[in-house]
Nanobody
Framework: QVQVVESGGGLVQAGGSLRLSCTAS????????MGWFRQAAGKEREGVSC????????DYADSVKGRFTASRDNAKNSLYLQMTSLKPEDAAMYYC?????????????????WGQGTQVTVSS
């Protein structure tokens, strides 16, 4: 049984930083590209970042480029998202997802497994 669990969300002031973590179990982690998605209240889910199976390829939404950094540790079955210079518009539920295959993408439809999400709140 595959489980994907996010952690690290919370309340932060604008301009601050947070580090999200995600742990996946029940799958061969390095068979999967991993992605971070977010959904704010009343908005559609959007792709934030993705990282290929070995971390060699990454992609980011334009809105977070230069501020967010994705990384992974395959030995720990873990994915991370370092978020800096946070803005109120970054507030959302953040989801971690796994997509079978070597390449990553920001389209949610390709992802096989999803976590329950971790809430990020940014105060202005």
């Amino acid at each position: 049984q595959v489980q994907v669990v996010e952690s690290g969300g919370g309340l932060v002031q604008a301009g601050g930083s947070l580090r999200l973590s995600c742990t996946a179990s029940g799958l061969t982690f390095d068979d999967y590209a991993m992605g971070w998605f977010r959904q704010a209240a009343g908005k559609e889910r959007e792709g934030v970042s993705c990282i290929s199976w070995n971390g060699g390829s990454k992609d980011y939404a334009d809105s977070v480029k230069g501020r967010f950094t994705a990384s992974r540790d395959n030995a720990k079955n873990s994915l991370y998202l370092q978020m800096t210079s946070l803005k109120p518009e970054d507030a959302a539920m953040y989801y971690c997802a796994a997509e079978y295959g070597w390449r990553c993408g920001l389209n949610a439809h390709g992802y096989n497994y999803w976590g329950q999400g971790t809430q990020v709140t940014v105060s202005s």
